[in-house]
């Protein structure tokens, strides 16, 4: 499955629609997670959103996939919630429980000479932004090609309500009450329960206090990235000011590469992310002169059923590796995931917040195998980011049965693009080179 941006994503030519459901009065007021808040708090803007695209087997009729969708909805708690800008004291965003029910279709024209992916984007730049009521939008492609007249459907919400792993849950809802409803069966009755994020925010607050060796580690990689989160190790120009995006998909190894890759980590006696991570960390010291330090996103669905949750559990971590050695390289990943495993909001309360800087370096693994949630090869999934402006490097590895691609988002200036561009050939060689180097016999 590809992770990719949406000028840049695979869309057929054709009829674009959405969906736009209707929430209802706010009610309840709910608890407001630290990534919520600092996400919301910057107001609605373009680009706030992320989204999943696939095709369908078949065409649909508007009101079955309008109906499966509203059930698909009714299942999560945080996509029958708002944020509100109205009631907040000192800019801090309010979020309410509403009642969300169905709504209408609307066209939205694509002309003879345009690219419908930057109608769509213009589409969810408006609809999916954090004070939206509600925030996400469900969007229909009907091809005009005879030869594969497969629709495509895509879900995309502001970030606030979603992570990627919410997105895989939200398309695998969607085909489940699509098939009950084709066969007369009770829609989504077989689902697992869906826990409301906000519960899972309150259980977050509730846990004891952050232990102090968590505390002094998180200081003592701050302090090594100069009291900011860490950032990218190479010249990235002028960045002061965010600027437009370069955004990078490469293919850095296919499934018999991958292969490879896996024997060579078994041979080391430890798992893929650590050999990459080993890489990475060469590629720093060799390149840059410092260890590997990144912003470095972890998950935080721990606790019953909320591997099937809709939610923003994503939260970040920092990871540091000064020995390219595999062996300290999974102590250094086991390390990060602790890191990440306690409330960012009293974790960093120290620092005024997360101390973010321009040039900030994130690196991210995901490994669709190992997730319970996933799309059929047949739908041709895509997860896809919107169009920003940044001011900051954003790597993402994407693995799968097919081998491990990367997404790279970073900020277009001259030095940038040779800079990031050199990390990342560097990075597609060494792990090249890496999963081609023959096994021992024996």
Known sequence: MRLTEVTQMTLPTGRLWSHALVAGAPGERLPVSFDQRKHVSSGDRAGSWMAISWRLDDPVAHDRLADAWVRVVARHGTLNSVFSPTDVPQGT?????????PGEWHEHPVAADADVRLVLRDLLDEACVSYAAPSYRLCLVEPDAPEDGRPVVVIASDHAHVDMWSLLVLARDLLVMLDDLDAGRDPGADLPVAPAFSRHTAELRARPPVPARIRHRWDAILRASGGV????PLPLGD???PRPQVVEVRDVLDAEELVGLVDQASLRRVRVLPLVVSVLTTLSLELAGEPLRAVFPVHSRHGEG???ACGWFITNAVLECEDPDPTVCTARVKEAVALGSWPLADVLAPYGGMPEAPGM??????????????LDPRHSGQFVSADIRTDGVMIWFVRDARGVHLRCRYPDTPEARVSVSTWLDAVCDRLGALARTPAPLG
Do not use: I, K, Q
Request: net charge negative; no cysteine.
């Open 306 to 308: 909320y591997t099937d």
């Open 93 to 101: 965003p309010v979020l309410r429980e509403v009642v969300v029910g």
């Open 239 to 241: 960045v002061s000011e």
């Open 361 to 374: 370096f994130a690196v991210s693994w995901l490994d669709l195998d190992r997730l319970p949630v996933g």
């Open 229 to 232: 989160m860490p950032r990218f």
